[in-house]
């Protein structure tokens, strides 16, 4: 179904091994050397998105071996974004690897800062996963430049001078340490300790992490996609957990099929063209972003919406638009289509087209991130246009505690822009069913074939409402206890 080449795709599991066993003779690699586990009890850190949705981060700590899976950046509350720039609790050049389920920010976005911090192992996932780091991670350091000498220039920044989190030559010597991993094969990690990575929707080269620690197999589910998605195919499901890490993203909500979301968009365009406005959509700019430009295509073509002028107004979106074509079997998106799609859309790549779009009031679709506006191009718009009533914003991602996103869908009626509040008069609609996460259903769904219970299970990843609905289904539909671990604690596993 998935990866019917992988040799096109990805190295093999022989180079993979020849590329671990290489890497322990190069210089800053020495970690890396073959160790036998002296006890038989494993130390899990909770460094990220427990208790809370953002800064994915869990190391696995077997007392030879110290392996991180996932490297995420914290997003929302403020208290949460503080602590991207405190160093996480634990002695970061001891770590040996990190392991990547996808490359969202919230999963990769705090990897130039682990190297900045002594960091000196490989970083592994798919290919997809690792082309998506890259883009995501440029990209976020040039936008943080670019508001650092805007904070700067403008004075509106508490620190003086106001500095990126991490720029672009960070970023630069983040990248050589990416090691690129096949899908659905075992792959030696150290002696007694392998990973398979599998695939699981929700974006492209999105996987969940087994991690066979000699003998005992730990599960991390990453983020789980949809069972039926416009563009990916249904997660696979793993067969074996005996300490089970699952998302809670939207643990007890459930969202309404993506078919029945597309006459809510057909709606929801035509009633702000009618009455002269546009319509703003703040998307993650991997997979969502293309999710939306087909759908919006696909109206057109089927003349549901007026011929108006479609925004592709980022950078990185058009960047992974490049990758759909590389990558042709891990998603469902026919060549001609996403052709066609691109030829419509005006893809906008530099600032100053940006500047000059923002003031255009002429009724258009505009497609930018970030997702839960946390920054990102869609901030210009919104400084220009969030005055307007005519307008619209449409949300069709989560929303995070804290964000401006959650706190416009709570009807805040002031943005801050930059170092300003702007008056905020736009209609706000919000359409769940294209969220690329698995709903309440479709992640009990997703633990269906585990064919043991597992001896601890961890919900991680969500807010204390959704975690707690989605440890109660656990126990309604299987009879399983599971805990909610909270940020920073250490769970000892025997």
């Known amino acids: 179904m998935v ?114 911090q002594g960091f000196n192992g490989p970083i592994y996932g798919t290919n997809p996963t690792l082309d998506i780091a890259k883009i995501i991670l440029n990209d976020s350091a040039k936008i943080q430049e670019q508001e650092a000498e805007r904070a700067n220039k403008e004075g509106y920044s508490k620190h003086s001078p106001a500095e990126p989190l991490y720029d672009l030559k960070d970023v630069e010597r983040t990248i050589p340490h990416f090691k690129a991993i096949p899908q659905s094969q075992w792959v030696p990690m150290f002696d007694g300790i392998k990973a398979r990575f599998q695939y699981n929707g929700h974006i492209l080269g999105a996987t969940f992490i087994e991690l066979d620690v000699h003998g005992k197999r730990f599960v991390f589910s990453g983020d789980i996609g949809r069972i039926n998605d416009l563009l990916l195919y249904p997660p696979l ?66 003349n549901k919406i007026p011929r108006i002028p479609m925004i592709m107004d980022s950078p990185m979106g058009a960047n992974v638009l490049e990758l759909f074509h590389s990558t042709r079997d891990w998603h469902k998106l026919e060549a001609h289509e996403c052709d066609e799609m691109c030829s419509y859309f005006t893809v906008v790549s530099s600032y100053r087209e940006t500047m000059e779009l923002r003031t255009d009031n002429k009724p258009k679709i505009v497609i930018a991130g970030s997702g839960m506006l946390t920054g990102g191009r869609m901030l210009n718009y919104l400084e220009t246009q969030a005055q307007n009533p005519n307008n619209t914003l449409l949300f069709v991602g989560y929303q995070a505690e804290g964000t401006r996103g959650r706190k416009l869908l709570e009807g805040e009626k002031d943005l801050k822009v930059y170092g300003k509040y702007v008056p905020f008069k736009m209609q706000v609609s919000e359409i769940e069913g294209l969220s690329a996460h698995a709903d309440h259903t479709e992640l009990l769904d997703w633990l269906s074939e585990i064919q043991d219970k597992p001896e601890r299970i961890f919900i991680i990843h969500g807010e204390k409402e959704g975690a707690e609905a989605l440890q109660k289904g656990i126990k309604e539909t299987y009879g399983w206890d599971a805990e909610i671990p909270q940020l920073y604690s250490i769970e000892s596993i025997k």
């Open 237 to 302: 499901k793993p067969e074996k957990a005996d300490v089970l890490f699952i998302e809670s993203t939207y643990g007890g909500r459930l969202h309404p099929d993506e078919i029945e979301a597309i006459p809510q968009i057909e709606k929801l365009v035509n009633e702000t063209i009618n009455r002269g406005g546009s319509l703003f959509v703040p998307s993650f700019s991997v997979e969502r972003a293309q999710l939306m430009m087909l759908i919006f295509w696909r109206l057109l073509k089927e």
């Open 3 to 116: 990866n019917k080449n992988l040799n096109d795709l990805v190295a093999t599991n022989e180079e993979i091994g020849l590329s671990i066993s290489s890497l322990k003779q190069k210089k800053g690699f020495g970690i890396l050397k073959i160790k036998k586990m002296k006890n038989n009890k494993i130390n899990i850190h909770f460094l990220g998105a427990a208790g809370t949705v953002t800064g994915s981060k869990y190391l696995v700590d077997t007392g030879e071996n110290k392996i991180l899976i996932d490297c995420g950046l914290f997003q929302g509350l403020k208290e949460l974004r503080l602590k991207n720039w405190e160093y996480p609790p634990v002695k970061v050049s001891e770590i040996d690897m990190v392991l990547l389920t996808h490359g969202h920010m919230d999963h990769t976005g705090y990897l130039p800062r682990l190297i900045k």
